[in-house]
């Protein structure tokens, strides 16, 4: 079983190639961004919660989430594997992912990086805001502000999984079709 974490800033292209790696290696995509507009919409327990929460401008706890990932991994138990895109995005979030793969005899394989520069980073999204009907995609300073919260929060989980031998980094510059066959030839070195 192949459980990879799809890594990177907002706008380094984690979503395209999900889909693209999604379909060569047979795996199942994890969006947190999907898992919580899914729970969400159908008023599940978990999704009510996270109603709640985000109702009062509050953060959804740690243990909702986790609960939506049980809940989508529990759905797939032929599953070849796992690419979880926008999760863990701190290192409790991390521990709490493995302690799951863990009680289904499994592990995290790799966490796959893509390395993108800020000012590469702030015209994809701003040329991704023109169509996606999105504010934050269309503000300058809300795309650099997404970029630092990434930096400062979110990064030190590339330095846990690192710890465990298991993070790399991708170069995500260049057409979609050269970043796919990197991360591809850095996943059949996984298998």
Same mark, same amino acid.
């Given at each position: 079983?192949?459980?990879?974490? &799809?890594?990177?800033?907002?706008?380094?292209?984690?979503?395209?190639?999900?889909?693209?790696?999604?379909?060569?290696?047979?795996?199942? @995509?994890?969006?947190?961004?999907?898992?919580?507009?899914?729970?969400? +919409? /159908? /008023?599940?327990? &978990?999704?009510?919660?996270?109603?709640?929460? #985000?109702?009062?401008?509050?953060? $959804?706890?740690?243990?909702?989430?986790?609960? #939506?990932?049980?809940?989508?991994?529990?759905? @797939?138990?032929?599953?070849?594997?796992?690419?979880?895109?926008?999760?863990?995005?701190?290192?409790?979030?991390?521990?709490?992912?493995?302690?799951?793969?863990?009680?289904?005899?499994?592990? $995290?394989?790799?966490? &796959?990086?893509? @390395?993108?520069?800020?000012?590469?980073?702030?015209?994809?999204?701003? &040329?991704?805001?023109?169509?996606?009907?999105?504010?934050?995609?269309?503000?300058? /300073?809300?795309?650099?502000?997404?970029? /630092? $919260?990434?930096?400062?929060?979110? +990064?030190?989980?590339?330095?846990?999984?690192?710890?465990?031998?298991? +993070?790399?980094?991708?170069?995500?510059?260049?057409?979609?079709?050269?970043?796919?066959?990197?991360?591809?030839?850095?996943?059949?070195?996984?298998?």
């Amino acid at each position: 079983m192949i459980n990879l974490i &799809l890594f990177g800033p907002p706008g380094s292209g984690k979503g395209t190639q999900a889909a693209k790696l999604v379909e060569q290696f047979k795996l199942v @995509h994890i969006s947190t961004g999907d898992l919580f507009r899914y729970e969400m +919409s /159908n /008023n599940t327990p &978990l999704g009510l919660e996270a109603k709640a929460y #985000m109702a009062k401008g509050a953060l $959804v706890p740690d243990s909702v989430t986790i609960g #939506m990932l049980r809940n989508k991994v529990e759905t @797939h138990p032929d599953a070849a594997g796992f690419i979880f895109d926008g999760f863990p995005r701190t290192i409790p979030q991390a521990q709490a992912l493995d302690a799951l793969l863990a009680e289904k005899g499994t592990e $995290v394989t790799g966490l &796959l990086a893509l @390395h993108v520069d800020d000012e590469e980073i702030v015209q994809r999204i701003k &040329l991704r805001g023109a169509t996606s009907g999105r504010a934050d995609d269309n503000d300058e /300073n809300i795309i650099r502000n997404r970029i /630092n $919260v990434y930096k400062n929060e979110t +990064s030190p989980v590339f330095d846990y999984y690192a710890l465990q031998g298991k +993070s790399q980094s991708i170069n995500g510059i260049g057409e979609i079709e050269e970043i796919f066959e990197r991360l591809s030839a850095a996943i059949t070195q996984l298998q």
